[in-house]
């Protein structure tokens, strides 16, 4: 798999107070996440839209069997931890960082929140769940504590199962995240305006008394 440094856009990193990644979804690209960033608007954070060759981060679905995802899902979830490592070397502090993605990109992100429980700023999980099955409700460590995380789903969205998305609050919650979740009845597979201003307020009570970076 070939990885790509990843796009930025938004605050200056001189005027930022928070660094939101966005994972794409499935077959998606960074400008995807960037036209997200535009339509979420919240000042003074700098976004990482990373990349993956194909646009897989990897090859199966939620309800094939979880080791037909391997290796790729290893080296995503490494790709996902040497762009955190990055940003704290450059200095940007661990409760300013916020994990996020949609859809296979949202699923990443959780599956990487409970392999590497820390104190981050917050999590935004936009139609994601677990991908390993075994992992639901298994109690992830403390590192999450407090760490405020969004959660959505729908209950008629076909590519990610709503059960995968509950066991995805269950298991956070088991860490002891602070977890607000959308689960909507009739929502398609796409991004919300709710879920827009969600992601907003996470990201404005993640500058609050933060010091720009």
Request: hydrophobic share 40%; with cysteine.
């Amino acid at each position: 798999m070939a990885f790509s440094e990843p796009l930025e856009t938004g605050a200056d990193w001189a005027d930022a107070k928070a660094v939101a990644i966005l994972m794409h979804g499935h077959g998606q690209t960074p400008e995807d996440m960037r036209n997200l960033a535009v339509q979420i608007d919240c000042p003074q954070v700098r976004y990482l839209l990373p990349d993956v060759e194909g646009g897989l981060w990897y090859p199966k679905n939620l309800l094939e069997p979880y080791e037909e995802n391997e290796p790729a899902l290893k080296a995503s979830l490494a790709y996902y931890g040497a762009i955190i490592d990055g940003l704290k070397a450059r200095g940007v502090e661990q409760d300013r960082i916020v994990p996020g993605g949609y859809s296979q990109g949202a699923c990443l992100t959780a599956e990487f929140l409970v392999r590497n429980p820390r104190t981050y700023g917050g999590a935004l999980i936009l139609t994601g769940g677990l991908i390993d099955v075994a992992a639901i409700g298994r109690r992830p460590g403390s590192g999450l504590l407090a760490v405020p995380i969004y959660v959505t789903g729908s209950e008629m969205d076909a590519i990610i199962p709503v059960d995968r998305v509950r066991g995805a609050i269950k298991t956070l919650q088991a860490g002891g995240a602070l977890i607000r979740s959308h689960v909507f009845t009739d929502r398609a597979h796409e991004i919300s305006a709710d879920e827009i201003l969600e992601a907003r307020k996470l990201l404005e009570d993640v500058k609050k008394a933060a010091e720009p970076l």
